[in-house]
């Protein structure tokens, strides 16, 4: 499963927004840093208003989302890489995610602590982002030491150090290493490094209810450094996706649209996510049940049915494949496979978003 780890400073509105994206989760929140020493888990489904009508088509007896992990870790501060405010424990919990989440506080609320005492984004997301880059600093400088010892006699060794002397150099100049161009078999050589600038991260502006649709100063300095980093930047409210836990369907849809924005915090956090760490979505659907199932971009469609089971891979045949709007379109399985819009796909047919999928394979 996905998992996101949401990250920042104390008082931010972390905690807040996890307990709305995951709804029953218990973190704790509350008006003082440090209310979140474990991270709090909870897995949610990824909205998918396709579902359900590939699941009305084919009359599923039960529609199976894919779904995404937050991971709610604790508030860090400025020398956190040395363990300050419990900062080496919360850095472990974030080398376990896949992709970052910093939500960087742009509202202004003199009744809520800020813990460097006045609102900056621009300041409070490079005070993370240091933080994080110390502790990989830390990281790479206990490896290069044993490598040195045996570059001598390992040429895999001597190739290993050298990338890090790289990625160090990188880092002492205030750079990210995930701005770095490494290629697949360098990447390898140091993942087990777990280094959290390498991480793809989203920054989250969570921003006031009135400020939510337009931003503010604050949320375009945001923008501005997620931009140069090449990350995503998203607008959200804490205080918006609480409001949205208590109302049904049509009335998130208008109180959203009242705010003039089309969508929730959860569903643009997801989308950042997808489009960040190069993921798409694709589809099996029957009469038992319609599931989607998220895999890498520029997967084939034996990769892609391995992701169901591997003997799906090992076994792979062939795929009949169809785009979702064409089959839905058609009106069933039946018909699109009359009107000659079902394909028949090989071993190299790279899997589309969207594809509606049923494979054939030996046992």
């Known amino acids: 499963m996905l998992k996101a780890g949401i990250v920042g400073l104390p008082n931010v509105g972390k905690s807040t927004l996890f307990n709305a994206l995951v709804a029953n989760a218990q973190a704790q929140a509350a008006n003082f840093p440090f209310c979140t020493i474990e991270p709090n888990m909870g897995s949610v489904s990824v909205p998918d208003e396709r579902l359900p009508l590939l699941a009305k ?5 039960s529609i199976v989302p894919t779904r995404i992990e937050f991971v709610d870790i604790a508030g860090l501060v400025k020398g ?10 919360f850095l472990a919990n974030i080398r376990e995610v896949d992709a970052i989440v910093q939500v960087v506080r742009c509202f202004e609320d003199e009744d809520i602590i800020h813990v460097s005492g006045s609102v900056d984004s621009k300041r409070d997301a490079e005070i993370i982002n240091l933080e994080l880059g110390l502790s990989d600093l830390a990281q790479i400088e206990k490896r290069r030491i044993r490598l040195k010892k045996q570059s001598k006699t390992n040429k895999e060794s001597q190739h290993e150090d050298n990338i890090l002397e790289r990625i160090q150099s990188y880092l002492e100049s205030g750079k990210s290493s995930r701005s770095l161009n490494l290629n697949e078999e360098e990447m390898k050589l140091i993942r087990p490094l777990g280094l959290l600038t390498m991480k793809p991260i989203i920054y989250a502006a969570n921003l006031s209810e009135e400020e939510l649709a337009n931003g ?58 997808y489009k960040l760490l190069g993921l798409l979505t694709y589809f099996t659907t029957g ?17 892609a049915a391995g992701v169901i089971h591997t003997d799906f891979e090992r076994g792979f045949i062939r ?23 079902l394909r028949s796909e090989g071993k190299d047919y790279i899997v589309q978003e969207g594809d509606v999928m049923e494979f054939l394979f030996n046992v």
């Open 287 to 303: 009469e038992k049940e319609t599931r989607a199932w998220t895999i890498q971009s520029g997967m084939k469609a034996p990769q």
């Open 319 to 341: 795929a009949q494949t169809i785009d979702t709007k064409k089959l839905l379109q058609a009106g069933s399985l039946t018909e699109a496979r009359n009107k000659g819009w």
């Open 216 to 273: 503010n100063i604050h949320s375009d300095e945001l923008k501005e450094l997620s931009t140069l980093e090449k990350a995503e930047c998203v607008s959200i409210s804490a205080q918006v996706e609480a409001e949205l836990i208590e109302l049904e369907e049509q009335e998130r849809q208008a109180y959203l649209a009242g705010l003039g924005v089309t969508e929730g915090g959860l569903e643009s956090l997801i989308k950042a996510t």
């Open 80 to 89: 956190a890489s040395k363990g300050e405010g419990l900062g080496n424990k």
């Open 57 to 61: 088509l084919s009359k599923s007896a």
